[in-house]
């Protein structure tokens, strides 16, 4: 059951330009996540906002949520190519209870 | 180091032959969850377990099996691969806080590559 779509599905920018990721999602959550996944290897989680929260910061990564518009954004600011990797929101629903559903991720591209 | 390991990184493997995929995690994490991501779909949960003895289906269980016999270990079990569980596969670890509420982030193993021929 997919939850949460980013867009675009990818991106290609150079280094030093902002990223921009959005993600839409169908039904109410607690919270959603963003996680980062280089090339075959495991993700690691960036950064979680809670669904009261609106707007989010960790060093270059700025997320917002938009509940009223089932929507949520990352900024990379200032990119660099160690930023190039996949990027996936994730979702728990009120519904899943225990659930981390994921998106199918946006892949970013930043050359130097 | 606070980590989720998992064993092995790369199985190839025939039709039929039972695999047992190991997943460990030395965080004390009472949630743990095992995805499968193919090109085009995603992540996929397929199993998931709130604590020890307690697992629960995810969006794509079947052919599969796990256990939760201690917290820290969470081995997936293939009893009869198949070529449509090639994939590659991801063991992740989380806390979990109050009361079926999730609020913590997912602590990822770096994934086994399955081939099923």
């Given at each position: 059951s997919q939850q949460g779509e980013?867009?675009?599905?990818?991106?290609?920018?150079?280094?030093?330009?902002?990223?921009t990721m959005n993600c839409s999602y169908k039904t109410s959550i607690n919270n959603l996540q963003w996680y980062r996944q280089?090339?075959?290897?495991?993700?690691v989680h960036l950064i979680l906002i809670r669904s009261n929260e609106r707007e989010k910061h960790s060093g270059r990564l700025r997320v917002t949520l938009d509940t009223s518009k089932k929507s949520s954004s990352l900024l990379i600011t200032a990119s660099r190519a160690a930023d190039t990797a996949s990027y996936f929101c994730a979702?728990?629903?009120?519904?899943?209870?225990?659930?981390?559903?994921?998106?199918?991720?946006?892949?970013?591209?930043?050359?130097? | 180091?606070?980590?989720?390991?998992?064993?092995?990184?790369?199985?190839?493997?025939?039709?039929?032959?039972?695999?047992?995929?190991?997943?460990?995690?030395?965080?004390?994490?009472?949630?743990?969850?095992?995805?499968?991501?193919?090109?085009?779909?995603?992540?996929?949960?397929?199993?998931?377990?709130?604590?020890?003895?307690?697992?629960?289906?995810?969006?794509?269980?079947?052919?599969?099996?796990?256990?939760?016999?201690?917290?820290?270990?969470?081995?997936?079990?293939?009893?009869?691969?198949?070529?449509?569980?090639?994939?590659l596969y991801f063991c992740a670890s989380s806390l979990l806080e109050g009361f079926g509420s999730y609020n913590s982030p997912l602590h990822f193993g770096n994934g086994?590559?399955?081939?099923?021929t």
């Open positions: 980013e867009d675009p599905q990818a991106l290609s920018i150079q280094e030093g330009e902002n990223a280089n090339s075959g290897r495991g993700l979702t728990v629903t009120h519904q899943a209870g225990t659930a981390l559903i994921f998106g199918k991720g946006t892949t970013l591209s930043v050359s130097s | 180091e606070a980590q989720v390991t998992q064993n092995p990184r790369y199985l190839i493997t025939v039709t039929g032959k039972k695999l047992t995929v190991t997943c460990s995690q030395n965080m004390n994490h009472e949630y743990m969850s095992w995805y499968r991501q193919d090109p085009g779909l995603g992540l996929r949960q397929i199993y998931y377990s709130m604590n020890v003895e307690v697992t629960d289906k995810g969006d794509v269980p079947e052919g599969y099996k796990v256990s939760r016999k201690e917290k820290r270990n969470f081995p997936l079990i293939l009893e009869s691969p198949s070529p449509n569980q090639t994939s086994t590559r399955l081939t099923v």
